[in-house]
C-alpha cells in the first residue's frame, strides 16, 4: 500500500525534501543547443557554468510524479540559458508547469508546428497539453524555479528537437526579450 506524504518545496531555491533523485546540466552538456557556438565554447572553457538541476520526488507504483527544475540566469550570444527542450514517450502525457520564482518564457510546439507560448512567473501554473514539445527560457536575472507535475513514465524524447531545433528562439535585443523566427530550424 502506498502511503501519504508531504514534500516540503522551497520555492525560491527549488530544494525538494525529501527528494528521490536530482541531476544537473552544466553548460558543457548543452552543446548544440546554442546558435552561437563561439560564446558556448568559450563558457564552457571557462567556468562552464551549471545551467539548470531537476529535482524529483517520485514513490514506486504511483501515478504521479512531481518535481523542480532549477534554473540559472544566463544568457549564451543573445540567447537566454534555457532547457534541451522535449516530446514526452508518452504522447498521451501533458504536464503542468508551477513557476515559483523568476521570470522566463514556456516555449511550445505542436508536432505540426504550432508554436505558442506561456510566461512564467509567480502564480501562473502552465498547462502544456500532450504531444507538445516544451522548453522553459531564464529571461530574467535571478533563478528561475518552476514545479513540474506529470505522469511517471512520461519518458522524454529529445532526439528531434535537438536534431532540428525549435521554431522560435528567445533572444535579449537592445535589452528586450523578443520571441524570433530560428534561421536554422530545419522544418
Ligand atoms: C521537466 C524537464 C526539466 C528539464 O522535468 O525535464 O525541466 O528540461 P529538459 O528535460 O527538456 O532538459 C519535464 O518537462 N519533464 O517532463
Ligand atoms: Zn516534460
Not at 70 to 96: K, L, S, W
Not at 123 to 147: M, Q, Y
Not at 166 to 181: C, N, P, S, T
Amino acid at each position: 500500500m502506498l502511503l501519504p506524504a508531504g514534500v516540503r518545496i522551497d520555492g525560491r531555491s527549488g530544494a525538494v525534501t525529501p527528494a528521490t533523485g536530482s541531476y544537473a546540466k552544466h553548460l558543457s552538456e548543452l552543446a548544440g543547443l546554442y546558435r552561437d557556438k563561439a560564446a558556448h565554447a568559450a563558457m564552457v572553457a571557462g567556468q562552464d557554468p551549471l545551467a539548470y538541476e531537476v529535482v524529483d520526488y517520485r514513490h514506486q507504483d504511483s501515478d504521479l510524479a512531481f518535481g523542480t527544475t532549477i534554473m540559472a540566469p544566463g544568457r549564451v550570444g543573445d540567447e537566454f540559458f534555457m532547457t534541451r527542450g522535449h516530446f514526452h514517450e508518452r504522447r498521451e502525457c501533458g504536464e503542468t508547469y508551477y513557476t515559483q520564482s523568476g521570470e522566463g518564457i514556456l516555449l511550445l510546439q505542436s508536432r505540426d508546428g504550432l508554436v505558442r507560448t506561456v510566461e512564467m512567473k509567480p502564480g501562473i501554473c502552465a498547462f502544456i497539453p500532450p504531444d507538445w514539445a516544451h522548453r522553459s527560457i531564464n529571461t530574467g536575472d535571478e533563478k528561475l524555479v518552476f514545479v513540474w507535475h506529470c505522469a511517471p513514465d512520461a519518458g522524454h524524447e529529445y532526439g528531434e528537437i535537438l536534431e532540428k531545433g525549435m521554431r522560435k528562439l528567445v533572444v535579449a535585443r537592445d535589452g528586450r526579450v523578443e520571441i524570433v523566427d530560428n534561421p536554422n530550424f530545419v522544418s
